[in-house]
């Protein structure tokens, strides 16, 4: 098992940027390709961005493509989400999510994840 505990959620207008980081701690995390979703209210969790364990291959939801954009430092056991035009429909509950694989390519599907952090409230305001 891997722990995560994401930062960097917060308040932003329309046209904004944050970053959003999750830190891995407990087993190797170069081994495991590592995911974002997102939660609104009312609405089922959806997926976001992946990242291979090289970090060689990137998967971005239509929504977001040409926005965000993910990366990781396995020397930091860190991943990250960087936002860039907030528009108002991106507020939700992000959470960073992991398992181990060295596929390729990383997988978008929720039930494939078996570590998940707690979640960071992002806010887009008009």
């Known amino acids: 098992q891997v722990q995560l505990v994401e930062s960097g959620g917060g308040l932003v207008q329309a046209g904004g940027s944050l970053r959003l980081s999750c830190a891995a701690s407990?087993?190797?995390?170069?081994?495991?390709?590592m995911g974002w979703f997102r939660q609104a209210p009312g609405k089922e969790r959806e997926f976001v961005s992946a990242?291979?364990?090289?970090?060689?291959?990137?998967l971005y939801a239509d929504s977001v493509k040409g926005r965000f954009t993910i990366s990781r430092d396995n020397a930091k056991n860190t991943g990250y989400l960087q936002m860039n035009s907030l528009k108002v429909e991106d507020t939700a509950v992000y959470s960073c999510?992991?398992?181990?694989?060295?596929?390729?390519?990383?997988?978008?599907?929720?039930?494939?994840?078996?570590?998940w952090g707690q979640g960071t409230q992002v806010t887009v305001s008009s």
């Open positions: 407990g087993r190797v995390f170069s081994v495991y390709e």
């Open positions: 999510a992991a398992r181990r694989s060295v596929s390729p390519s990383p997988s978008r599907l929720i039930p494939s994840y078996d570590n």
């Open positions: 990242i291979s364990w090289s970090g060689g291959v990137t």
